[in-house]
């Protein structure tokens, strides 16, 4: 078993030589707990509150983390949310997970790629999320879906933490995602 990851998938242990019965006996042992349908962690690895992202990451991994789980990590919200939400490509299979609860979002092919980061999940895991500015211009985007009160807090948050480096990034992933206009009549809002 030591040869697994702290989190690995049903087939990263049939690589390493376990077998069905293997997975089995381990998850009765207590030696690794079911984080998802086909995706485990080991007991021993270290403790993290981010278990439902790797979960997904390892189910979706050319997903990315957004929305408002996105903000969540960038502590632009204070809120939990409920389910872990990711983006997808436009016109890629949306997948279907039924633990963790996740919402699914598609995005322009042409835009998906922009502005992901990497966030450090667990010691050693990380997870691909969408960087404050992109979630935050995202949020503004789609303030009809998540709520226009706690996009506009997300981007006050943001605006008072990010200085006017942030501002720039801000007005820059904008311009490329067509948003200018929703974001920079906010921003003066914000500012007034």
């Known amino acids: 078993m030591a040869v ?3 989190t690995f998938t049903a ?8 077998s069905d019965r293997d997975l089995v006996t381990l998850v009765s042992d207590e ?6 349908r086909g995706v485990y962690r080991r007991t021993d690895a270290p403790e993290t509150a981010h278990l439902d992202l790797l979960a997904v990451h390892l189910r979706v991994p050319r997903a990315v983390i957004c929305g408002e789980s996105a903000l969540a990590l960038h502590e632009l ?3 939990i949310p409920a389910a872990v939400h990711i983006a997808v490509p436009r016109g890629a299979l949306r997948p279907a997970i039924s633990y963790p609860p996740v919402v699914v979002a598609q995005y322009a092919v042409k835009n998906f790629d922009l502005n992901i980061e990497q966030y450090e999940a667990a010691a050693g895991e990380f997870v691909p999320v969408y960087d404050a500015a992109r979630s935050v211009v995202d949020a503004m985007r789609h303030r009809h879906r998540i709520g226009q ?3 506009v807090a997300a981007l006050a948050r943001y ?8 501002i720039g990034a801000l007005q820059q992933i904008a311009r490329q995602l067509n ?3 929703i974001i920079r009549p906010a921003v003066e809002a914000v500012l007034a």
């Open 4 to 6: 697994l990851p702290p």
């Open 11 to 18: 087939a990263h242990a049939y690589e390493a030589g376990l």
């Open 31 to 36: 030696s690794v707990d079911e984080l998802s």
């Open 77 to 79: 919200i204070d809120d």
């Open 149 to 151: 009160t706690l996009a």
């Open 159 to 166: 605006v008072r933490t990010s200085g006017p480096d942030g």
């Open 179 to 181: 948003a200018l206009s």
